[in-house]
């Protein structure tokens, strides 16, 4: 069983800088990649990072692209997201889950999620 707790959401000011965390644990190899989510208030869960659990290729949204940076720590099976120059005014919930991704996007697979991070950005 694949259990995921992700951490490290928080209020920020616009312009500024978080790094989420999610620590992973049980069969998570048996998926192609791990990735981040978001969830706004009234919108659906959207894939914004992933990375696979077997080399280091990615993906980003093009929203996201430049801003944010997904790692991967295997001793530690924890997967990162730095997330650079927040917007003012947005606010998610983020989710780590397993997941898969291709050229165009990256979405949940195996219904495996953490509780979610909230990151709030003051306007």
């Known amino acids: 069983q694949v259990q995921l707790v992700e951490s490290g959401g928080g209020l920020v000011q616009p312009g500024g800088s978080l790094r989420l965390s999610c620590a992973a644990s049980?069969?998570?190899?048996?998926?192609?990649?791990i990735g981040w989510f978001r969830q706004a208030p009234g919108k659906e869960r959207e894939g914004v990072s992933c990375?696979?659990?077997?080399?280091?290729?990615?993906y980003y949204a093009e929203s996201v692209k430049g801003r944010f940076t997904i790692s991967r720590d295997n001793a530690k099976n924890t997967v990162y997201l730095q997330l650079n120059s927040l917007r003012p005014g947005k606010r998610a919930v983020y989710y780590c889950?397993?997941?898969?991704?291709?050229?165009?996007?990256?979405?949940?697979?195996?219904?495996?999620w953490g509780q979610g991070t909230k990151v709030p950005v003051s306007s």
């Open positions: 889950g397993t997941a898969e991704f291709n050229a165009s996007n990256c979405y949940g697979i195996g219904g495996n």
């Open positions: 049980g069969f998570t190899l048996d998926y192609s990649a």
């Open positions: 990375i696979s659990t077997h080399d280091s290729s990615t």
